[in-house]
């Protein structure tokens, strides 16, 4: 599904990602975890191209992804790439259910009705279906964060990127929309989350990769990762959240 | 803001408004004391007032030497003053302002091709005169008109304030108001009328002599030009024409007139008086549709100037904040050029300046001016509102696959729009009053029937709060209709208490 392949990244004389390759299979959950700084999101955000980088490739939903990809081919693999981003960037002046059908209305030309009747769904997936017509000022951080996932999946994506999806949320609210995620999760999405949620790398993903100094510092199950880490970097990253 | 409280704010505007205009207006009435003639010999100079903008042969700056102001009027003035036992000094005033800026008392007198009305004879004292007029029409060659009263519903150029006005206004023509001796005849002769009328001294300056023009032979009228003296001044008149009487004996005048070759027979006759009276009107019901008609014009150019200010301004913008280097410096040269010049400039450039390429009509040249500058404006107010929303907007949009253009128009122009509400208000409001400029390109709208119904009304007071009603009338209603859109599309922009 997704395939990294020495892919680096600079800002100036800094180098955000180092040479990294990676592969995703279809129906996997990557927890990217890692100290700040170390270069997650970036990583996160050259899957779609919304940052672009200096050499390697990434292969995505079958389009390849390089400073030469033409704007029509990003364009076409960004709706097969649903994004989750930590501050929601709901559209202020659309209610819930217009910010839901506004892609697939101009991107892929969908009817009103369809577009209706999918964001309904939705909506009602996240648990959100009586609150359609309200504006994003009218709900609270967790229930706009749910509109946006609802959002991301309405062009019915292949993979699903999260940046950082409850980091600003209170505590009670990150568990409804944890929730959410840990659903899609089970229902074979394929998901990649930057997150500093212990619980959810534990629990809900297939994979954790610890990111330190723009690479891979370690990649594997959750219960070796998180339990057992064998790089200083993971040791001593999961150390100090346990304090 | 609730009910009460608006009317109240309404009220206290209008009695401002009425108090101000009130409390100007009290200068005017009373005749002041014939004091002016001592003043003018103790000091030893008379000031007289009168506008360069006249042009030769009345009162203009010498083209050798620019220091130096010449003139018929400038001469026969020294030669009056000489006989006064004192020296004469010019003031630079705006030709229609001559009068009320006399009765405030900015100068001794007037002298500046002021004709002898019927209005006139009853606001300020009049002297002698010193040259007696004709009015001459001026038409296309080719065209076969032999008199004024051929010309039924032509329209028929002349200046504003002048005697010819009053005749065109009491035949079936439309007149033209302008402001300066050349605009008239060029366009004339680019036709955007059919004929003018002006002062036989004007005519021969400033039309006959354009091949492509034809003076009429016969005068339209005769009228004299003479000094204005302010009410009161009873013994200063006296001294006047007493110094106009000696100078016309000793040949003095017909020698000045000669050497600016305006000495002709007419000058033999005697006074005609003039050929027009209109009596003073009231603030009557026909009075009250003229203005509603030049609300009407002033609304018309204002909405139509802003239809095309707003989306020219969000292009602009989108060029300034979007574009390339070159889209860039594009938008930022247009943005200086009109904002960094005075809209009067552009609407002269546009109506007068280009005229040989594109012939604009009057209202045309007021939509299309007072647009091109507004959004310049507006430019910088949506540029403003594009860099206020946050990053993410952008970068959720393009996560989801839209365009550029799709990204603008479903994401950033809507929610600009909603932040730029406020300002805009401001800048309509602002519109509405800056259309009154396009008076310099003959269009009559409100400010420009004022001063019109002020010399019909022979004062200021009631067409000056009358037009401030109407500006009032205009604006309201659309703050309101912004204030409602505002409430309604940036719900979430109310503020919190501090």
């Known amino acids: 599904m997704i395939s990294v392949r020495s892919l680096s990244k600079r800002h100036g004389k800094r180098e955000v990602l180092r040479n990294v390759t990676a592969d995703v299979t279809k129906g996997e959950t990557i927890a990217i975890v890692g100290p700040s700084g170390g270069g997650k999101s970036t990583l996160l955000r050259c899957l779609n191209y919304l940052e672009p980088f200096d050499d390697g490739t990434v292969e995505i939903c079958g389009f390849t992804l390089g400073p030469k990809t033409p704007a029509t081919t990003l364009r076409e693999m960004r709706t097969r790439v649903g994004m989750v981003f930590q501050q929601f960037n709901l559209f202020p002046h659309l209610n819930a259910i217009d910010n839901i059908t506004l892609a697939p209305r101009i991107t892929k030309k969908e009817d009103k009705q369809k577009a209706e009747a999918r964001a309904l769904d939705l909506l009602e997936k996240v648990g959100l279906r009586d609150r359609a017509t309200a504006f994003p000022y009218e709900l609270s951080g967790g229930q706009q964060q749910r509109v946006a996932i609802a959002r991301a999946l309405a062009q019915q994506p292949d993979v699903m990127l999260f940046d950082e999806p409850t980091s600003a949320l209170d505590p009670e609210m990150r568990d409804d929309v944890m929730e959410v995620m840990k659903n899609l999760s089970t229902g074979g999405m394929t998901m990649l989350v930057v997150t500093h949620e212990m619980q959810f790398a534990h629990d809900v993903a297939s994979r954790v990769w610890v990111i330190d100094k723009g690479t891979i510092a370690e990649d594997g199950r959750p219960d070796q990762v998180v339990d057992e880490p064998k790089s200083d970097v993971a040791r001593e990253f999961f150390a100090r959240l346990r304090k | ?498």
Request: glycine share 8%; with cysteine; hydrophobic share 45%.
């Open chain 2, 1 to 498: 803001m609730s009910q009460w409280y608006r009317a109240v704010v309404i009220r206290v505007v209008v009695l401002l408004w009425v108090s101000l205009a009130l409390g100007l207006g009290c200068g005017h009435q009373d005749a002041a004391p014939d004091t002016t003639l001592a003043g003018i010999k103790q000091r030893g100079e008379i000031t007289w007032g009168a506008d360069l903008q006249g042009g030769e042969p009345y009162v203009y700056e010498n083209p050798s030497n620019d220091k130096e102001i010449t003139g018929f009027e400038v001469d026969i003035m020294d030669a009056v003053a000489k006989r006064l036992g004192v020296k004469a000094r010019m003031v630079q005033y705006t030709w229609s302002t001559l009068v009320p800026s006399l009765e405030r008392g900015d100068f001794d007198i007037v002298m500046n091709g002021l004709e002898n009305t019927a209005e006139r004879r009853d606001r300020i004292l009049l002297s002698d005169p010193y040259y007696v007029y004709a009015e001459t029409l001026t038409v296309r060659k080719g065209d076969p008109v032999r008199s004024i009263f051929e010309l039924r519903g032509k329209r028929v150029g002349t200046l504003n304030q002048t005697v010819a006005h009053d005749i065109l206004l009491m035949l079936p023509v439309e007149p033209l108001v302008y402001e300066d001796n050349d605009a008239p005849y060029k366009d004339l002769a680019i036709g955007r009328e059919d004929a003018v009328l002006l002062d036989n001294i004007i005519a021969d300056r400033y039309g006959c002599k354009d091949p492509a023009l034809r003076c009429l032979p016969n005068d339209v009228a005769r009228g004299t030009y003479v000094v204005g003296i302010r009410k009161g001044d009873v013994s200063l008149k006296k001294a006047i024409d007493a110094a106009l009487a000696d100078m016309r004996k000793s040949g003095e005048l017909e020698q000045i007139l000669r050497k600016y070759e305006l000495w002709d027979d007419r000058q033999r006759e005697a006074d005609l008086g003039v050929g027009v009276t209109r009596p003073p009107r009231t603030f009557d019901l026909a009075m009250f549709w003229q203005f509603c008609q030049a609300a009407w014009v002033t609304l018309e150019i204002s909405l139509a100037a802003f239809l095309l200010a707003v989306p020219l301004g969000m292009l602009l913008a989108i060029m300034r904040v979007y574009g390339n280097g070159f889209a860039r410096a594009a938008a930022r040269v247009y943005i200086e050029m009109f904002r960094g010049t005075p809209v009067l400039l552009q609407l002269f450039v546009l109506y007068y300046g280009i005229s040989k390429l594109i012939n604009l009509g009057p209202m045309e040249a007021a939509i299309i001016g007072l647009g091109l500058n507004y959004a310049a404006y507006e430019a910088e107010v949506y540029r403003g509102a594009l860099l206020a929303i946050p990053r993410g907007q952008t970068e959720a949009a393009r996560a989801m696959g839209m365009s550029p253009w799709q990204t603008l128009r479903h994401v950033m122009i809507p929610q600009a729009l909603r932040l730029a509400l406020p300002p805009m208000t401001n800048d309509f409001v602002s519109l509405l009053k800056d259309s009154s400029l396009v008076s310099v390109i003959t269009v009559i709208e409100l400010t420009k029937r004022m001063t019109i119904a002020a010399v019909d009304l022979r004062g200021w007071l009631v067409a000056g709060i009358a037009c401030a009603l109407f500006y009032l009338v205009l604006s309201f209603p659309l703050s309101e209709l912004a204030r409602r859109l505002e409430r309604r599309l940036a719900r979430d922009q109310r503020p919190i208490t501090l």
